[in-house]
């Protein structure tokens, strides 16, 4: 009954804005200095999910545009400064971009995961866009690749399938993953759980870094990853994609196919992509039963028109990945290259469906985004049927109101709820079977004057955890049962000046807030992909958080850069530890053997975090580039005077990337770089040990060739080319991580890997 109330709501809008009055825009991209125009640069409307290319004459048309309301219209050409511009159609105006020759291409993008679309100079969030090129190389992941690109974002690993993304020191519930307009729920809060996303599918990815709860509500203290489907193509068109990769460390191939249209406003797309890897290498061996493959199809059919856009998202994704359950003193290497996962090992099956929604109200608008999610979670030990099993399914609603801009205020409103019901299909048990229901509005408004831009808003969530009591055979309790309700208003504030052009800065202070998850409130069992026993706390409180940070970003013709500080004090911050060396002894009921598990508990205790994050790149002539990132976080356990566990090292890249300009090859590039992760002993001393610093070389070459007017991209990228041993300081398989017992046991990181890859977009342009 809610779904037909949802739909015949969508109707009737789809109905009273079905007459709006539309034109087609016409314009052109032109040299600034030359005034010639610029063939095949890109015109897109974020809001709008519209891109063209220009022909070449440097000339485009947009069709169907609304008459009514300003939309935000970003221009990108290769050796130009991007242009951010705000156009108000209803002049019916021709419209001609003048681009300024440079080697900032993006000094200033547009980012759409904040409340209001806007460029990212006017816009208070630390942000940072990756593109749909620097996505392609020698990741294993998603979370991967943005680990390698942007400054203040790491990653916990289990062997090379699994990364969590960490944002400034914070992980697991507390950064949130977007998807499709929708929030990722795939039981994250698990060490092992990674992310059930296909890599290729985003045409880009915008990284927010900073409590960004506002908008997402609770889980979202550290940041958001935004990951942004690929913009559909203008009236008439089409547009292709057709990408395949080898990796030599551990045979990893990708290959993935895309195709998408539109035909009088009718958008569809298609995608599907496959993944498969054999164990990887380290300088010691091949980690034992580390391979994975991974099989993903997804799709898209809407309806672009005079009152917005209307798309339905579907998509399935099932990863296999193997485990290896050593005990300490057990072989950890060998020189297997078999593709067959043994046991132990994952099956996860993720289905996600997701109607979003943008409907056009003249000067004001609606954004509706609707979700359902199943994720499916199996634990395999030693044969087909599932240990572990986990079974949930989420129902979300998204929607942001926009109302009509007043006095230079730019004034939003929102609401979202979501309803989650997880249940136990395993033989074993590690959390109860539970329902988790919330809901949460806000407003928030931006105002604009001259160079300034100011922003505040505030939030109420109100959440609903109920676990459910269960007994053993023999009628003991394994779970008691739980039955939290939590609520919280939050606010914020944002501050943003424009110097000039080529100076800004960015300031936000803001609370935010996070319920416990049930993992926390409820485990009590043996965590297999963990090898360690978890028992939770019903009685946890929310975690609460205060922030603020700033950030100064610099761009001209020879230095481009920015540098940011941030502090985020949290107050009942939540983990599982170890605490004098307690163990938990289960009894294996196929073997009747007692086995003995390290015992970690969830508490909790008042956090601080802080630190720097940057980048500086300098172009000493317009075809080398110097680029360097880097990111440092403290945190401390201030209620015991010690540092929080799983913190990231700090770290700094150093890129060194030649471009020149060959006749007959496009976009050419060679680059070598040196990756320097520092010394972490800053740890949980009574369950981490302390990593050695490293460093890591790395290095690439690609060009552009046209086969006739076929693009064909070819690119060779190369990591730690010199084979070095090292563990990284998040990789769960490193000494003392994985056994307390031992900790001498632990898995190097991978080794030298060489990826071939290739890259052939195709389309109409008409």
Known sequence: MKLKLIYCFIFLLIRFTAFADVIDIKGKVVDAKTNQGLAGATVSIPDLRIAVATNIDGEFTIKSIPT??????QVQYLSYKTLTQTVDFSSRASLVFALQPSVIETHEVVITGTPITSGSRSNSTSATVVSKEQLLGSSTNLIDALARQVPGVSQITTSQAISKPVIRGLSYNRVVTLNDGVK???????????????????????VLRGAASLQYGSDALGGVINVIDPPTPSEGNIAGEFLTNYSTNNGLSNTSVMLSGNQDGFVWRGRGTYQNAYSFNTPAGRYINSGFNQTNASGMFGLNKSWGYSHLNFSYFK??????????????????????????????????????????????SLKLDLGYQKNQRRELEENPVPNLFFDMNTYSLDAKYYLPESNGWHPVIGLSSSLSHSINLGEELLIPAYDEYSTGAFVYAKKVW???????????????????????????????????????VSGALGYTHIFND???????????????NPAELGSNGVHEGTSRYEIGDANLSPERSYQADATLEYGSGFVTGSFGIYENYIHNYIYASNTNKEQTVVVDEETGLPRSYDTYRYGQVNANLYGFEGNLTLHPVSFIHFENTFSYTEARNTSFDRPLPLIPAGVLHNTLRF???????????????????????????????????????NAGVGATFNVGKQPLKLYVSGTNLTNKAYYDALSRLRPGRFSQEDPTYGVYNMGRNITFGVYIPFGTNK
């Open 319 to 364: 990863d296999n990945i193997g485990f290896y359950d050593a005990d300490p003193g057990d072989p950890l290497y060998n020189n297997s290259t078999s593709r067959t996962i043994d046991y132990p090992r994952q099956d996860i099956r993720h289905y996600k469906v997701a109607l979003n929604n943008n409907f056009l109200f003249g000067s004001s």
């Open 68 to 73: 009514k309301g300003k939309f935000v219209v």
């Open 502 to 516: 080529v100076l800004s800065f960015k300031a936000n202070a803001g609370s935010a807030f996070r319920a416990p």
């Open 450 to 488: 001259g160079q300034n831009t100011f922003s505040a808003g505030a939030r109420f969530d109100y959440i609903k955890n109920k676990g459910k009591a269960q007994n053993d055979a023999e009628g003991n309790p394994i779970f008691t049962g739980f039955d939290n309700k939590f609520s919280n």
């Open 184 to 206: 990722q729920q795939g039981q994250q809060w698990g060490d092992e759980h990674g992310i059930e996303m296909d890599q290729y599918a985003a045409g880009r990815v915008e």
């Open 659 to 697: 471009e020149p300009k060959f006749k007959g090859i496009k976009d050419f590039y060679f680059y070598a770089g040196i990756d320097n992760f520092f010394k972490q002993n800053r740890i949980d001393p009574t369950f981490e040990t302390p990593t050695d610093g490293y460093t890591l070389l």
